[in-house]
């Protein structure tokens, strides 16, 4: 029953096959046997039962609330969640408990789904990685997958398999792994420079970063306020959509939101890609990219060239520009956001009471990792007035010529853009860390941040397993706003590559024997 | 910029200095008065001043005062600018305060849409450019009563821009003499107030009230076109009465709706500008033409005696009537502007640029709001003037009282008395008796009705205008008689039996040849004496100007009328023994 999509589970949930209750069960199980992979920050077992029993009812009279009634959802740990602690990974705000919902894990809630809990992230979702938050890295369920270890065996002898683990990728490495792991059926990320699609690669699931504006993000707490989108994570495109179609539209609290009414998202079953027109940026093609990834990436493009598709190469000449540009222009903003975390009105406040500025200097160095503080500083460094000219307006400007790279594109007849998501394959943790969190994340991102800074649609879609048996990803790019073309076409595509289902089970249970033996 | 010459200053009256003309040369003293209100342990600094005024008076040393404002005005909305809670003053502390006040981290703003109106009205009336595009950035600095570490403004792109502002100054002698002015407005924008800092130095502890927090400021800059502290002070005094009238701000200083930062520097004319000093947080109209006037005569002695004016924020201190440095801290910041990406650029259409298909609640035109734009307060004293034929200083005061004019409206429609006595009666009697006790309009215990029925009573020559003065007096002591009823119990109705008083004139001027024998000489105090006697004998109740009229016994001793009317007529008040009812003249405040 968990592995199933959230339509099938739904499906079965309406036929009575399973009730609610029984499935947050089921859920909080698992998701208690895979504690070891850190997903979950904070498991809100009695929310979900009593979410459960309420859906329970309403399925007993008949009175479903739609799709969502009933299903097992996580929530990533920057989105603020009434009378449930809100940390983003930090010691700023441990402890923090929102007194409000996000809108989008309202409309989650409205819609009947069962809140398991909130998932890990980098701190303030600063991170490629899913490595760098107060609670710990999230573990790649991959790394206990079957899949993984029978290839792993067959290369390595006699070395300690635990200490191999994959990173999730980031910086929603937790609600990846939630979704990847079974532990739910849809989960909440943020992407700010592809903080969705990137883990959502790794983990081999469905990452959807939507349109700027399409959904609010009143309630999410900010990275850079002009990249960030609340992200979906699923099992398939179609759930995907579902999601999409639920947290789409107008939010009086979040201005920066469309006026324009929203259509459920329905995607129909393309058959004929014949009037496609398929881009494939040539600039996407750099010397770190997997040869594997760059295979499957040509073998997507051949496929949808036999399917009669146009294929064309496109150019996005400022893209060697993405990451300087983005590094300038997020740490500016998060330079500003982070001001308000002073210990004042919520959140750490350290023991120093000499003076205010006392207090925030000790509340502030105790309360962000290095990378948060890091980042504040660049970004001030940036804003200051003799500087704003030389490198925020700079940016601003850069942003919007690569913006234009994509309007130019789009114009040109292209319908969606196909791009690998990430380099490669999901690495080991010990492997990742051996850069730092600022490397790692300019490398990371290179496929993922330019659609940010343009404000586009574009979804990661688990294609393929690599050699060693760890799920490869591709990511579609659509024109803004056009979110539900972009999802058709990925779920053509999806049903095109039948990409194979983590077997997880019997591992879990072996690394719960492992890890009692240790 | 045609920069008065500060040359020297007189006298304080309310707002110290006055402003002398480069053209008017004719010479005033050094000060006379301290600009300090008479507060003891000032006088070196005075006494200092007073030597550079001497100085400046050999036209040496001249120098010309630059000074430029910002206005913080609390717009006047039921909600804050980006967040539904309400705005009231006075509340219990943080008790009007949202999640996105206190900066919940996810909290996004929302443009109230009154306060956008409002800025777009105070613009236009201000003769504004309103942008139809403006932008919101964030301003940074941490403050304990700023939860965000930044403040919403519109740094860059403000909402309204180059508009301009006339006030009239009154000069002269007896400030009868008025003179108009403009101050240009270099721009009006949109930001958010902060909160409240208290500090108990008692536990030592710093309290903080998000009351205010993210209210909505218009805050307007004037331009350095105004050279002293009467000249700003009017200024401000001007954009009150405009705000008040258009209702985007109740711009009660004393509330700290209205708040004014000032910009100072002084320099020779024909030289380039000096260096400023920033005077903050200036909340009454008089401390703010005291510590400009303060910060200017400091500077000018600064750098005569050879040192220099450091670029720093100071405070005024009202106790002691002079500006302080503030810290340092607080005076030089980089506040590190950045767009406010969480708001779309504001948008504003006019009736020519309007989307056809345009949500009206959802669009803001221009034109509507100018339709919309109640009479200012400079066309209603012009319309004073016209009217009524008051002298323009006289509408000046009307307007500037807080509901004087209103008061004043209400006498002319319940009087038959002539407008102009009605203005004298209420700018110089009753105008006078407030200032006395130090009351507001509103507090006065004489209704503009009883004043009218007075006036009536006046103006049907049922009492002499002595009397009236009294029956006033009465008025204000016993609330709840008619003038009608204090003129009865205290018998002060005029005589009107004009026979009897011609016999009892007739009888004093029997009684007193040698008098009537000096008045027939032209002794001008002679009449005066014996229209005195008849008063006596009547108890103040004779009507001078009717005695005035009696015939005299003797037809050849024709009196003055042909050639003396004007000499021999007593002034009204002049040779009345009724008690003295008016404040020490040098005690009223004047326009």
């Not at chain 1, 309406?14 to 850190?38: M, V, Y």
């Not at chain 2, 006065?444 to 009573?457: C, I, R």
């Not at chain 2, 009696?550 to 009204?572: F, I, K, L, N, Q």
Request: net charge neutral; aromatic share 6%; hydrophobic share 40%.
């Amino acid at each position: 029953m968990l592995g199933r999509t959230l339509r099938e589970v739904s499906a079965a949930l309406k036929q009575g096959q399973i009730t609610p209750t029984e499935l947050c069960q089921k859920c909080l199980s698992l998701i208690k046997k895979t504690k070891f992979l850190n997903a979950y920050i904070t498991v809100s077992e009695e929310v979900a039962l009593k979410q459960a029993e309420e859906s329970e009812k309403r399925y007993k009279k008949d009175h479903s609330l739609g799709y969502l009634d009933g299903i097992p959802v996580a929530v990533k740990d920057n989105f603020s969640t009434s009378g449930i602690e809100t940390t983003c990974a930090s010691n700023m705000l441990k402890g923090y408990v929102p007194p409000y919902n996000a809108t989008v894990v309202q409309k989650l809630l409205d819609q009947g789904a069962l809140l398991m809990g909130k998932t890990n992230l980098d701190e303030f979702a600063m991170g490629s990685g899913s490595t760098d938050g107060v609670f710990g890295p999230v573990k790649n369920p991959w790394s206990y997958s079957k899949q993984y270890r029978e290839k792993r065996k067959q290369k390595l002898h006699g070395e300690n398999e635990d200490s191999h683990w994959l990173i999730t990728g980031g910086s929603s490495g937790g609600s990846a792994a939630a979704v990847s792991a079974f532990t739910c059926f849809a989960a909440l990320g943020s992407d700010t420079g592809g903080s969705t699609r990137n883990p959502a690669a790794n983990c081999g699931v469905v990452g959807l970063k939507p349109s700027y504006g399409l959904v609010s993000r009143h309630g999410l707490i900010p990275l850079v306020n002009s990249m960030d989108v609340p992200g979906i994570f699923t099992r398939c495109v179609d759930d995907a959509a579902i999601v999409l179609g639920i947290l789409a539209g107008h939010d009086p609290k979040d201005s920066t939101t469309i006026q324009d009414p929203i259509k459920p998202f329905m995607l129909p079953n393309l058959t004929d890609v014949s009037k496609l027109c398929i881009g494939i940026p040539k600039e996407y093609l750099v010397p770190e990219l997997s040869s594997e990834v760059q295979s499957l990436w040509f073998k997507a493009a051949n496929l949808f060239e036999s399917g009669g598709a146009k294929v064309i190469e496109v150019s996005l000449p400022h893209t060697s520009y993405s990451s300087v540009c983005y590094q300038v222009l997020c740490t500016s903003e998060v330079a500003s956001n982070m001001a308000r975390f002073d210990g004042l009105e919520y959140g750490h406040r350290c023991d120093i009471d000499v003076s205010t500025e006392a207090m925030y200097a000790a509340t502030r160095q105790e309360g962000f990792n290095d990378v948060v503080k890091g980042r504040i500083l660049a970004g001030n460094f940036f804003l200051l007035k003799e500087n704003y000219e030389n490198y925020f307006i700079k940016a601003q400007k850069v942003r919007r010529l690569i913006a234009n790279d994509f309007v130019n594109v789009f114009n040109s007849g292209v319908d969606v853009l196909l791009t690998p998501t990430i380099l490669s394959e999901a690495i080991p943790y010990v492997e990742f860390i051996k850069e730092d969190n600022r490397t790692r994340s300019a490398q990371n991102d290179i496929f993922t941040q330019a659609v940010n800074m343009a404000g586009l649609p574009a979804v990661s879609v688990p294609v393929a397993l690599s050699e060693q048996g760890l799920p490869l990803g591709l990511q579609f790019i659509g024109r803004a706003f056009c979110d539900q073309q972009l999802l058709t076409i990925a779920k053509w595509f999806e049903k095109q590559v039948q990409f194979p289902v983590i077997q997880l089970q019997e591992l879990i249970d072996d690394h719960q024997s492992f890890k009692m033996k240790s | 910029m045609a920069a008065p010459v500060l040359r020297c200053c007189c006298s304080g009256r309310r707002w110290a200095f006055a402003c002398i003309d480069r053209g008017s040369r004719h010479g005033r003293g050094a000060p006379t008065g301290s600009w300090f209100c008479g507060k003891r342990g000032q006088r070196s600094v005075a006494q200092q001043l007073l030597s550079a005024a001497q100085k400046l008076r050999k036209g040496e040393h001249e120098w010309t005062a630059v000074v430029g404002l910002e206005i913080h005005a609390q717009i006047s909305s039921n909600s804050k600018l980006f967040s539904g809670s309400k705005v009231h003053f006075a509340a219990p502390p943080n008790s009007l305060v949202s999640f996105f006040d206190a900066s919940l981290p996810g909290t996004l703003p929302v443009l109230n849409r009154r306060c956008v109106e409002a800025a777009v009205m105070t613009g236009l009336a201000l003769n504004c450019h309103i942008n139809k595009k403006s932008l919101f950035d964030r301003k940074h600095y941490f403050y304990a009563d700023l939860p965000a570490g930044y403040q919403i403004t519109q740094q860059r792109l403000p909402i309204a821009v180059n508009g301009s502002l006339a006030y009239s100054i009154c000069t002269g002698k007896k400030q009868s003499q008025v003179i108009s002015k403009t101050v240009r407005i270099k721009q009006i924008q949109l930001e958010q107030d902060s909160g409240k800092t208290l500090h108990d130095d008692f536990r030592s502890q710093t309290l903080i009230d998000l009351n205010r927090a993210g209210i909505g400021l218009l805050e307007v800059v004037l331009e350095p076109d105004m050279s002293c502290g009467e000249e700003a002070a009017t200024a401000v005094r001007e954009l009150q009465l405009i705000l008040q009238a258009l209702g985007t701000s109740q711009a009660i200083m004393a509330d700290g709706q209205l708040r004014v930062d000032a910009n100072i520097s002084v320099h020779h004319p024909g030289e380039p500008l000096g260096v400023r000093t920033e005077v903050k947080n200036l909340n009454s109209a008089r401390f703010l033409a005291k510590a400009i006037d303060y910060e200017i005569q400091r500077q000018i002695k600064e750098l005569e005696n050879g040192g220099e004016i450091l670029n720093e924020t100071r405070s005024f201190d009202y106790k002691l009537g002079c500006t302080v440095p503030m810290r340092d801290k607080e005076g030089k910041q980089d506040y590190r502007f950045i767009p406010e990406p969480n708001l779309p650029p504001l948008v504003i259409y006019d009736s020519a640029s309007l989307p056809a298909n345009a949500d009206p609640q959802q669009v803001i035109n221009i034109d509507r709001i100018r339709e919309q734009i109640p009479e200012l307060p400079s066309v209603t004293r012009e319309k004073l003037v016209q009217q009524y034929g008051m002298l323009p200083e006289h509408s000046l005061t009307l307007l500037n009282e807080v509901g004087l004019l209103e008061f004043f409206q209400n006498v002319i429609k319940e009087t038959r008395a002539e407008p102009k006595k009605v203005t004298s009666w209420v700018l110089n009697t009753f105008l006078g008796f407030l200032k006395q006790e130090n009351l507001a309009v509103s507090e006065s215990p004489v209704t503009p009705s009883a004043l009218a029925e007075l006036l009536n009573l006046l103006d049907r020559k049922a009492i002499s205008s002595a009397a009236a003065k009294q029956v006033f007096e009465e008025l204000w002591r016993n609330e709840g008689k008619t003038p009608a009823q204090i003129v009865s119990e205290k018998q002060l109705e005029l005589m009107q039996d004009r026979e009897a008083l011609e016999q009892l004139c007739h009888a004093v001027m029997e009684e007193h040849p040698q008098v009537v024998m000096d008045m027939k000489k032209g002794n001008p105090r002679a009449i005066n004496k014996l229209i005195g006697l008849v008063r006596k004998a009547t108890l103040n109740r004779a009507d001078p100007t009717a005695m005035f009229h009696v015939p005299p016994p003797d037809a050849e001793a024709e009196p003055v009328e042909a050639d003396g009317r004007e000499r021999h007529t007593p002034a009204s008040p002049h040779p009345d023994p009724a008690p003295r009812v008016l404040p020490p003249r040098d005690q009223q405040r004047r326009p």
